[in-house]
Protein backbone atom coordinates (compact mmCIF):
# COMPACT_ATOMS: atom_id res chain seq x y z
CA UNK A 1 0.00 0.00 0.00
CA UNK A 2 1.53 3.52 -0.78
CA UNK A 3 1.50 5.68 1.97
CA UNK A 4 2.13 9.57 2.62
CA UNK A 5 5.88 10.35 3.93
CA UNK A 6 4.14 13.05 5.79
CA UNK A 7 1.93 10.44 7.08
CA UNK A 8 5.37 8.14 8.16
CA UNK A 9 7.70 8.45 11.27
CA UNK A 10 10.84 6.53 12.05
CA UNK A 11 10.04 4.32 15.23
CA UNK A 12 12.13 5.71 18.60
CA UNK A 13 13.97 2.26 18.91
CA UNK A 14 15.56 2.25 15.15
CA UNK A 15 19.18 2.15 15.13
CA UNK A 16 19.32 5.10 13.06
CA UNK A 17 18.61 6.89 16.73
CA UNK A 18 21.89 5.30 17.86
CA UNK A 19 24.44 4.95 14.58
CA UNK A 20 25.61 7.57 11.85
CA UNK A 21 25.52 6.51 8.62
CA UNK A 22 29.44 5.58 7.25
CA UNK A 23 29.74 8.11 4.77
CA UNK A 24 31.04 5.74 2.01
CA UNK A 25 28.36 3.20 2.21
CA UNK A 26 25.62 6.50 2.18
CA UNK A 27 25.16 5.73 -2.08
CA UNK A 28 26.05 1.83 -1.47
CA UNK A 29 22.93 -0.11 -3.65
CA UNK A 30 20.66 -1.94 -1.75
CA UNK A 31 18.47 -3.45 -4.90
CA UNK A 32 17.34 -6.48 -2.77
CA UNK A 33 15.87 -4.65 0.46
CA UNK A 34 12.15 -5.53 0.84
CA UNK A 35 9.12 -2.89 1.13
CA UNK A 36 9.51 -0.46 4.04
CA UNK A 37 7.43 -2.55 7.31
CA UNK A 38 5.09 -0.16 9.34
CA UNK A 39 2.94 -0.55 12.05
CA UNK A 40 -0.42 1.56 12.22
CA UNK A 41 -0.01 3.89 14.98
CA UNK A 42 -2.61 6.56 16.31
CA UNK A 43 -3.29 8.84 13.15
CA UNK A 44 0.04 7.87 11.67
CA UNK A 45 2.71 4.56 10.74
CA UNK A 46 5.59 4.03 12.65
CA UNK A 47 8.28 2.98 10.44
CA UNK A 48 10.25 -0.16 11.40
CA UNK A 49 12.59 -1.63 8.40
CA UNK A 50 13.15 -0.13 4.91
CA UNK A 51 14.77 3.21 6.54
CA UNK A 52 17.30 3.75 3.29
CA UNK A 53 14.51 3.37 0.96
CA UNK A 54 12.48 6.22 3.07
CA UNK A 55 15.55 8.31 3.24
CA UNK A 56 15.92 8.37 -0.10
CA UNK A 57 12.32 9.00 -1.26
CA UNK A 58 12.25 12.30 0.94
CA UNK A 59 15.78 12.92 -0.41
CA UNK A 60 14.49 13.14 -4.05
CA UNK A 61 10.97 14.75 -3.06
CA UNK A 62 8.73 12.25 -3.59
CA UNK A 63 5.15 11.99 -1.80
CA UNK A 64 4.52 8.17 -1.44
CA UNK A 65 6.20 5.11 -0.47
CA UNK A 66 5.20 2.05 -1.13
CA UNK A 67 4.79 -0.27 2.21
CA UNK A 68 3.91 -3.28 4.32
CA UNK A 69 1.26 -2.57 6.89
CA UNK A 70 1.57 -5.02 9.98
CA UNK A 71 -0.36 -5.39 12.98
CA UNK A 72 2.58 -5.87 14.80
CA UNK A 73 6.38 -7.04 15.18
CA UNK A 74 7.42 -9.83 15.97
CA UNK A 75 11.34 -10.11 15.18
CA UNK A 76 12.66 -6.81 16.04
CA UNK A 77 15.97 -7.78 16.74
CA UNK A 78 16.53 -9.16 12.76
CA UNK A 79 14.47 -6.20 11.32
CA UNK A 80 17.23 -3.94 13.68
CA UNK A 81 20.07 -6.11 11.90
CA UNK A 82 18.60 -5.92 8.86
CA UNK A 83 18.74 -2.11 8.97
CA UNK A 84 21.74 -1.80 9.75
CA UNK A 85 22.93 -3.48 6.84
CA UNK A 86 20.80 -1.74 4.03
CA UNK A 87 21.02 1.50 5.88
CA UNK A 88 25.17 2.00 6.43
CA UNK A 89 25.15 2.22 9.65
CA UNK A 90 28.03 0.13 10.79
CA UNK A 91 31.29 -1.00 8.92
CA UNK A 92 31.67 -4.16 6.95
CA UNK A 93 33.66 -6.26 9.16
CA UNK A 94 31.16 -4.97 11.97
CA UNK A 95 28.67 -6.04 10.26
CA UNK A 96 30.39 -9.18 9.36
CA UNK A 97 30.94 -9.89 12.93
CA UNK A 98 27.17 -8.73 13.89
CA UNK A 99 25.98 -12.09 11.45
CA UNK A 100 28.33 -14.42 13.27
CA UNK A 101 27.27 -13.19 16.68
CA UNK A 102 23.77 -12.87 16.01
CA UNK A 103 24.09 -16.45 14.36
CA UNK A 104 25.77 -18.10 17.47
CA UNK A 105 23.39 -16.66 20.20
CA UNK A 106 20.06 -17.82 18.02
CA UNK A 107 21.81 -20.85 16.81
CA UNK A 108 20.81 -20.41 13.16
CA UNK A 109 22.14 -20.85 9.83
CA UNK A 110 23.11 -18.30 7.32
CA UNK A 111 20.13 -19.59 5.29
CA UNK A 112 17.68 -18.97 8.24
CA UNK A 113 19.46 -15.53 9.27
CA UNK A 114 18.48 -14.00 5.46
CA UNK A 115 14.86 -15.44 6.15
CA UNK A 116 14.65 -13.53 8.91
CA UNK A 117 16.49 -10.44 7.72
CA UNK A 118 16.02 -10.51 3.64
CA UNK A 119 19.86 -10.21 3.01
CA UNK A 120 20.78 -12.54 0.35
CA UNK A 121 22.41 -15.86 1.75
CA UNK A 122 25.77 -15.20 -0.29
CA UNK A 123 25.53 -11.91 0.65
CA UNK A 124 25.60 -13.13 4.54
CA UNK A 125 28.52 -15.75 3.40
CA UNK A 126 30.78 -13.52 1.97
CA UNK A 127 30.83 -11.12 4.50
CA UNK A 128 31.69 -13.58 7.27
CA UNK A 129 33.95 -15.13 4.75
CA UNK A 130 35.58 -11.69 4.94
CA UNK A 131 36.36 -12.00 8.70
CA UNK A 132 38.37 -15.08 8.49
CA UNK A 133 40.21 -15.03 4.78
CA UNK A 134 41.09 -11.01 4.56
CA UNK A 135 44.56 -9.78 5.23
CA UNK A 136 43.47 -7.51 8.76
CA UNK A 137 45.17 -4.58 6.57
CA UNK A 138 42.98 -5.14 3.47
CA UNK A 139 39.83 -5.05 6.19
CA UNK A 140 40.83 -1.89 7.60
CA UNK A 141 41.03 -0.81 4.06
CA UNK A 142 37.46 -1.68 3.87
CA UNK A 143 36.06 -0.37 6.55
CA UNK A 144 37.69 3.11 5.59
CA UNK A 145 36.19 2.90 1.77
CA UNK A 146 39.77 2.97 0.36
CA UNK A 147 38.53 -1.03 -1.20
CA UNK A 148 35.16 -2.07 -2.28
CA UNK A 149 33.13 -5.02 -0.73
CA UNK A 150 33.53 -6.45 -4.63
CA UNK A 151 37.40 -6.13 -4.13
CA UNK A 152 37.57 -7.19 -0.68
CA UNK A 153 35.38 -10.21 -1.70
CA UNK A 154 37.28 -11.53 -4.78
CA UNK A 155 41.01 -10.54 -3.09
CA UNK A 156 39.77 -12.47 -0.22
CA UNK A 157 39.49 -15.93 -2.74
CA UNK A 158 43.91 -15.68 -2.49
CA UNK A 159 45.55 -17.49 0.31
CA UNK A 160 48.02 -15.82 0.96
CA UNK A 161 48.08 -12.15 3.19
CA UNK A 162 51.25 -10.53 1.30
CA UNK A 163 49.83 -11.46 -2.10
CA UNK A 164 46.32 -10.07 -1.17
CA UNK A 165 48.00 -7.02 -0.26
CA UNK A 166 50.04 -6.50 -3.13
CA UNK A 167 47.02 -7.21 -5.20
CA UNK A 168 45.00 -4.38 -3.47
CA UNK A 169 47.40 -1.67 -3.77
CA UNK A 170 46.59 -0.79 -7.35
CA UNK A 171 42.58 -0.59 -6.18
CA UNK A 172 43.22 1.34 -3.41
CA UNK A 173 45.49 3.99 -4.97
CA UNK A 174 42.85 3.81 -7.81
CA UNK A 175 45.49 2.83 -10.32
CA UNK A 176 43.48 -0.17 -11.26
CA UNK A 177 39.18 0.22 -11.61
CA UNK A 178 37.45 -2.53 -9.97
CA UNK A 179 35.68 -3.64 -12.87
CA UNK A 180 39.15 -5.50 -13.66
CA UNK A 181 39.08 -7.35 -10.27
CA UNK A 182 37.33 -10.54 -11.06
CA UNK A 183 39.64 -11.22 -14.01
CA UNK A 184 42.66 -10.30 -12.14
CA UNK A 185 41.84 -12.73 -9.79
CA UNK A 186 41.04 -15.65 -12.02
CA UNK A 187 44.44 -14.74 -14.04
CA UNK A 188 46.21 -15.12 -10.59
CA UNK A 189 44.91 -18.59 -10.06
CA UNK A 190 44.85 -19.67 -13.44
CA UNK A 191 48.51 -18.69 -13.84
CA UNK A 192 50.28 -18.92 -10.33
CA UNK A 193 53.94 -18.60 -11.42
CA UNK A 194 53.12 -15.61 -13.50
CA UNK A 195 54.45 -12.24 -12.11
CA UNK A 196 51.71 -10.03 -10.97
CA UNK A 197 52.33 -6.86 -12.80
CA UNK A 198 52.39 -8.82 -15.98
CA UNK A 199 49.29 -10.10 -15.05
CA UNK A 200 48.01 -6.52 -14.65
CA UNK A 201 49.38 -5.51 -17.72
CA UNK A 202 47.25 -8.32 -19.87
CA UNK A 203 44.05 -7.59 -18.22
CA UNK A 204 43.86 -3.88 -18.71
CA UNK A 205 45.24 -4.35 -22.11
CA UNK A 206 43.39 -6.96 -23.04
CA UNK A 207 45.58 -9.55 -24.23
CA UNK A 208 45.62 -13.16 -23.19
CA UNK A 209 48.48 -14.50 -20.73
CA UNK A 210 50.74 -16.69 -23.10
CA UNK A 211 51.92 -19.47 -21.22
CA UNK A 212 55.46 -20.43 -21.50
CA UNK A 213 55.16 -24.11 -20.20
CA UNK A 214 52.21 -26.46 -20.33
CA UNK A 215 49.53 -25.61 -17.90
CA UNK A 216 49.86 -27.51 -14.67
CA UNK A 217 46.09 -28.62 -14.85
CA UNK A 218 46.86 -30.54 -18.36
CA UNK A 219 49.89 -32.03 -16.68
CA UNK A 220 48.29 -33.26 -13.49
CA UNK A 221 45.19 -34.78 -15.98
CA UNK A 222 47.99 -36.09 -18.18
CA UNK A 223 49.31 -38.04 -15.13
CA UNK A 224 46.04 -38.98 -13.77
CA UNK A 225 45.38 -40.67 -17.61
CA UNK A 226 49.02 -43.07 -16.73
CA UNK A 227 47.78 -43.70 -13.74
CA UNK A 228 45.84 -47.50 -12.88
CA UNK A 229 42.29 -47.66 -12.06
CA UNK A 230 43.09 -48.40 -8.57
CA UNK A 231 45.75 -45.62 -7.98
CA UNK A 232 42.59 -43.37 -9.89
CA UNK A 233 40.11 -43.93 -7.25
CA UNK A 234 42.41 -43.33 -4.20
CA UNK A 235 43.27 -40.09 -5.89
CA UNK A 236 39.73 -39.20 -6.11
CA UNK A 237 39.33 -40.39 -1.93
CA UNK A 238 41.84 -38.24 -0.88
CA UNK A 239 39.78 -35.05 -3.34
CA UNK A 240 36.98 -36.08 -1.43
CA UNK A 241 38.66 -36.25 2.44
CA UNK A 242 39.54 -32.42 1.68
CA UNK A 243 35.95 -31.26 0.98
CA UNK A 244 35.66 -32.28 4.52
CA UNK A 245 38.11 -29.33 5.31
CA UNK A 246 36.66 -27.14 2.83
CA UNK A 247 34.24 -24.21 4.11
CA UNK A 248 31.22 -24.48 2.07
CA UNK A 249 28.73 -22.19 1.98
CA UNK A 250 24.81 -23.11 3.48
CA UNK A 251 23.43 -21.71 -0.05
CA UNK A 252 25.49 -24.02 -1.65
CA UNK A 253 25.18 -27.32 1.08
CA UNK A 254 21.95 -28.68 -0.63
CA UNK A 255 23.76 -29.26 -4.28
CA UNK A 256 27.18 -30.97 -2.65
CA UNK A 257 24.87 -33.52 -0.88
CA UNK A 258 22.45 -33.80 -3.81
CA UNK A 259 25.66 -34.67 -5.94
CA UNK A 260 26.98 -36.79 -3.28
CA UNK A 261 24.19 -39.00 -2.97
CA UNK A 262 24.96 -39.73 -6.40
CA UNK A 263 28.36 -40.47 -6.14
CA UNK A 264 26.92 -42.68 -3.57
CA UNK A 265 24.47 -44.76 -6.06
CA UNK A 266 27.15 -44.67 -8.54
CA UNK A 267 29.95 -46.62 -6.14
CA UNK A 268 27.21 -49.01 -5.18
CA UNK A 269 26.04 -49.46 -8.63
CA UNK A 270 30.08 -50.24 -9.40
CA UNK A 271 29.87 -52.38 -6.53
CA UNK A 272 27.07 -54.57 -7.63
CA UNK A 273 28.65 -54.81 -11.28
CA UNK A 274 32.15 -55.76 -10.05
CA UNK A 275 30.48 -58.49 -7.35
CA UNK A 276 28.20 -60.05 -10.42
CA UNK A 277 30.60 -60.00 -12.90
CA UNK A 278 33.10 -61.68 -10.00
CA UNK A 279 30.25 -64.39 -9.67
CA UNK A 280 29.58 -65.19 -12.65
CA UNK A 281 33.36 -65.42 -13.86
CA UNK A 282 33.41 -68.07 -11.12
CA UNK A 283 30.85 -69.76 -11.98
CA UNK A 284 32.17 -70.30 -15.41
CA UNK A 285 35.50 -70.91 -14.39
CA UNK A 286 33.91 -73.87 -12.38
CA UNK A 287 32.02 -75.08 -14.92
CA UNK A 288 35.15 -75.51 -17.26
CA UNK A 289 37.07 -78.08 -14.91
Known amino acids: MKIELNEIK ?18 KRNSSQQKPIVLKHKNYYLLYSGEKIYRN ?8 IDC ?82 KEARCIADIDNFELQNEIAEPFISGEISSVYVEKIIG ?13 LNSVINGKDIKPTRKNELETVKEEIKNLSIEEKILHFSIELDSVKEEEIPEYRRLRVISTLKILDSKI ?19 NSK
Not at 10 to 27: T, V
Not at 268 to 286: A, G, P, Q, R
Request: a positive charge.
Open 10 to 27: IQPEHPIFKYKPIKNLLN
Open 187 to 199: NIKKNPKTPLEKI
Open 68 to 149: NIKENIKDIQSINLSEIYFSGLKTPTKIAKDFIKFRKTNNISQQELSRRTGITPGTIHHYESLIKKLSPTLLRSLDDGKLTF
Open 268 to 286: KSTLNHMNSTFIENTKVYS
Open 57 to 64: AKNKNKSK
